[in-house]
């Protein structure tokens, strides 16, 4: 008996075999979920097909978390393949290159307002079509954050502020919510070689500190954020919202 059997779930997020979404998306369907997955754009869809298949994805559709009418058919499909939905993962995140770099201070405000609109305001987005789809039925929404959200990083800069925007979204949303049932948490991971992640200027610097400083002296895995997103998506976190889960090796609670 799998811990989300019968659940439908639906995954944004995916964009290559070490993207999180991908080991959660596989953690999911090992424990008895059905999945549908998204994908950005053609581009994106190379990668994202065939692994969608590998896991047995019933619905594998494209969607651009910035434009309302393509969340709006997404979620039509989702309502017409499956009449309701359990769980809901937001693991998206953009800003332009040249904004992880450097100085905070040169900042754009297109690249502001970009960074904002997909990494933080797609959750409220995406919950907002989700939300007729999820009532009543002790569903979870999962949102990825990054410890950047609330310590400064070097280079993380714009991405660190819509983080923030994220994991203060997730807490209003819960509220708004929770009254039909439907949990929102954030799972706060520690830094991984992504796709996302190699955009930011001295990753490997951040990387390198955080396993000689976490309590646990290494890094984590994708496979262990997907555990605890496998926990805040099931029942056993039935009393759990509005959280921020850290998984970092405990690097969060060191001052010094």
């Not at 964009?15 to 008895?32: L, P, T, V, Y």
């Not at 919950?127 to 929404?141: I, T, W």
Request: proline content about 2%; aromatic content about 8%.
């Amino acid at each position: 008996m799998g811990l989300l059997d019968g659940k439908k779930a639906m995954i944004f997020g995916i964009a290559n075999e070490k993207s999180i979404a991908w080991a959660i998306a596989q953690a999911f369907r090992r424990e008895g979920a059905e999945l549908a997955v998204t994908y950005a754009n053609d581009t994106v869809a190379k990668r994202v097909l065939p692994l969608a298949e590998a896991v047995g994805a019933q619905l594998v559709l494209p969607c651009d978390v910035r434009s309302d009418e393509d969340l709006k058919k997404v979620f039509g499909e989702v309502e017409k393949a499956w009449g309701g939905l359990d769980v809901l993962v937001h693991s998206v995140a953009f800003a332009n290159k040249e904004e992880l770099k450097g100085s905070f201070l040169n900042t754009t405000r297109e690249g502001f307002s970009l960074a904002m609109d997909i990494s933080a305001y797609s959750l409220v987005a995406m919950v907002k079509e989700a939300y007729p789809l999820m009532k009543g039925r002790d569903a979870s929404v999962l949102a990825l954050t990054y410890y950047g959200g609330q310590k400064v990083f070097p280079n993380y800069n714009v991405m660190g502020v819509a983080k923030a925007a994220l994991e203060m979204s997730v807490r209003y949303l819960a509220e708004s919510v929770g009254c039909d049932g439907i949990r929102v948490n954030a799972i706060s991971a520690g830094p991984l070689k992504t796709l996302a992640s190699a955009g930011v200027g001295g990753f490997n610097q951040i990387a390198g500190y955080v396993e000689q400083k976490a309590p646990l002296r290494r890094n984590i895995t994708q496979d262990e954020v997907a555990g605890s997103a496998l926990y805040l998506a099931s029942s056993l976190a039935s009393g759990v919202t509005g959280e921020i889960h850290f998984v970092d090796s405990g690097y969060n609670i060191i001052g010094l």
